[in-house]
């Protein structure tokens, strides 16, 4: 087995090829991180990938610690969507997630847009990014964008140039007027797919899809409130069923979460005063190895698809 060059180079290794059979046994049967590996920056071992691996999809740890083999490409212009900041390379996610969001894609369609604008999935191998997202690891998180496009031909010049288009008033408690009922639709398909555990968009547009939602409104519940997310949904599925090492969030509490919304809303149009008592947030820290579970150095170390 020749080990990837991006784990050679983090391993300051002088020979990146013929590593011999006993460390590639080691690798594979391994229940830790090397002790040689455990203080790298992950972020700059995953954002070297360039290809996926050639294992079967599998997603490891959590969506903001994990990693992922076998992720699979959206195609960079499909029949009913495309992918965007290619220069990124993070179009990768997993079977399911592709599936889910070409048919969003093809739903769109159908109701009159060009398809749809597909931001981050996640990196070859998922892992912590180089920068943005905390989440997106394991290839189980999109970010679709709300603009109703138009066209599916975009250069790949422009889809590094365009920008999208914020939804919001009034910090994220409303919506503006370039909100339509299309947008609540892409929400509300990507929401109803059972594969789908939670969609995080900015409070002031699940509040209007509260007011506005008629017929079977179960799918309300998965919407939760978040800052930001208005430029874009962030669509994120269950662990796959078989998946033993990904780690699901927790439930969605009961009810359809629209109090919840509100009181978002309310906060941020009459801001609550600061706890003096509050502690510091802490700093966070660039994620090491360590920090993730033991099958992501498998992960780097195996051969490309």
């Not at 370039?178 to 968009?201: C, G, K, P, Y």
Request: contains cysteine; hydrophobic residues 40%; positive net charge.
């Amino acid at each position: 087995m020749i080990r990837p060059l991006i784990l050679c180079a983090a391993l300051a290794l002088s020979a990146c090829n013929g590593a011999s059979t006993a460390v590639s046994t080691a690798v594979s049967t391994r229940d830790a991180i090397p002790a040689d590996l455990a203080g790298k920056i992950a972020k700059r071992l995953f954002g070297a990938a360039r290809r996926p691996s050639a294992a079967p999809a599998e997603p490891f740890g959590s969506y903001a610690k994990g990693c992922a083999h076998g992720l699979e490409a959206l195609p960079e212009t499909g029949e009913a969507w495309q992918a965007m900041r290619l220069s990124r390379n993070r179009n990768w996610g997993h079977p399911q997630m592709i599936d889910l969001v070409e048919d969003l894609g093809r739903h769109m369609r159908g109701r009159g847009w060009a398809g749809i604008y597909v931001g981050d999935i996640s990196q070859p191998r998922g892992g912590p990014m180089l920068t943005g997202h905390r989440s997106h690891q394991m290839g189980l998180d999109a970010d679709i964008w709300l603009y109703p496009s138009d066209r599916i031909d975009l250069s790949r010049r422009a889809r590094e140039d365009l920008s999208a288009i914020s939804m919001r008033r009034s910090e994220g408690a409303y919506v503006n007027d370039r909100w339509t009922a299309d947008q609540m639709e892409l929400v509300r398909r990507a929401a109803s797919d059972r594969r789908t555990a939670r969609i995080f968009i900015f409070p002031g547009a699940k509040v209007w899809m509260c007011e506005n939602a008629t017929g079977n409104r179960d799918w309300l519940r998965k919407v939760r409130p978040w800052w930001g997310h208005h430029y874009h949904m962030h669509v994120r599925i269950a662990c796959p069923r078989g998946a033993a090492h990904c780690e699901n969030q927790s439930p969605i509490p009961p009810g359809d979460g629209c109090a919840e919304a509100r009181q978002w809303q309310r906060n941020i149009l009459n801001p609550p005063p600061p706890d003096p008592d509050a502690p510091a947030p802490a700093p966070r820290r660039d994620l090491t190895m360590a920090d993730l579970p033991h099958q992501c150095a498998d992960v780097l170390s195996a051969p490309s698809r």
